[in-house]
């Protein structure tokens, strides 16, 4: 395993970055954080922390993140453009991982943790009632469903090329659905039309991460060889199905209307829409609803065994913890 004294944290102000920034802290781990935007005044009264300015997408950033990661033991790479984008995920999530990877070239850091997305997986290949795990089929980059698939994809293929190349240990962490008290999607759920939320069935695992144990996940990745190159899901033991998730959205003051339409009849509806596309909503478009709305299973064995994280707390619980207490 190696000691490991220091971590390089990219996106570290951001809402995952944050909550591992306190994990690494809470495992007595230094942290040099990349910033480029508001970061919680604590870390100033914190001398394991060293916070770096820098936006990675710059063209003029190299020497500063070279500097930053020269005692780095290793480095999370948690930045990116989380909307689906083309122009920001060029920008913050293709051309910020190119930057990074040429200013690691030579640096000491001998593994690699890739902060990735469960939307990678190709969901046409699997039915439903099926299950999604690492052995599960990705998209091709040049045909991925959306902007945002496509992104994460190339982002994995570039870590993957330079750990390789370079003979460092690489986790891509493909996180679930990450939550918190203070955050929760509903792109799971349905689709909102203003004060209306159409909601499509009400089963299925919906794969979920508290921000805690995301961040838990990270840093135990962080303390652990992958021995090579090694994809692993990131999701609670508590995945709740799609009907608790919507209880939990009507608790937060969610939608005032609901509609209910099941996944068979969406799909009837997206297949119709093909011809158009361009311009129907998201969940009109049968691979966007395959990879969000199928009544699938998500298992995280897989996460177990390699990084021995667990959590008793039930969903509802965890729900109730805001992302500054979360880890």
């Not at 190349?165 to 690489?170: A, E, N, S, T, V």
Request: net charge positive; charged share 25%.
């Amino acid at each position: 395993m190696g000691d490991v004294n220091r971590i390089l944290v990219t996106g570290g102000a951001g809402y995952l970055g944050r909550a591992i920034v306190s994990e690494a802290r809470k495992n007595g781990i230094a942290v040099t954080a990349i910033v480029r935007s508001k970061y919680p005044l604590s870390w100033k009264n914190d001398d394991g922390i060293r916070i770096v300015n820098a936006d990675l997408a710059e063209f003029d950033v190299q020497e500063t993140l070279a500097a930053a990661a020269s005692d780095a033991d290793v480095i999370v790479h948690a930045a990116g453009h989380m909307g689906n984008e083309k122009a920001p995920h060029d920008r913050d999530t293709l051309r910020a991982t190119d930057h990074l990877l040429k200013a690691l070239k030579n640096a000491p850091a001998r593994r690699f943790v890739l902060v990735s997305s469960m939307s990678v997986y190709d969901y046409l290949t699997v039915k439903p009632g099926g299950t999604v795990t690492e052995a599960t089929k990705v998209e091709a980059p040049d045909k991925a469903r959306d902007v945002y698939t496509a992104s994460k994809l190339r982002q994995e293929h570039l870590c993957q090329v330079f750990c390789e190349q370079d003979g460092r240990g690489l986790w891509m962490l493909r996180i679930g659905l990450v939550y918190s008290k203070d955050q929760l999607s509903t792109a799971h759920t349905g689709q909102q039309f203003g004060p209306v939320m159409v909601q499509v069935g009400k089963k299925g695992e919906v794969p979920v991460v508290h921000v805690h144990m995301a961040a838990k996940a990270i840093i135990a990745a962080v303390l652990t060889d992958p021995n090579g190159t090694k994809a692993l899901n990131i999701l609670d033991d508590d995945r709740p199905s799609r009907l608790r998730v919507i209880d939990a959205i009507g608790d937060k003051g969610g939608p005032r209307f609901a509609v209910q339409v099941s996944f068979p009849t969406a799909l009837v509806l997206a297949k119709l829409a093909r011809p158009f596309a361009r311009y129907v909503p998201g969940l009109l478009k049968e691979r966007i609803l395959r990879a969000r709305m199928m009544e699938l299973k998500y298992p995280n064995d897989a996460m177990h065994k390699a990084l021995n994280v667990s959590s008793d707390a039930t969903f509802e619980e965890l729900m109730k913890i805001p992302a500054e207490d979360a880890a």
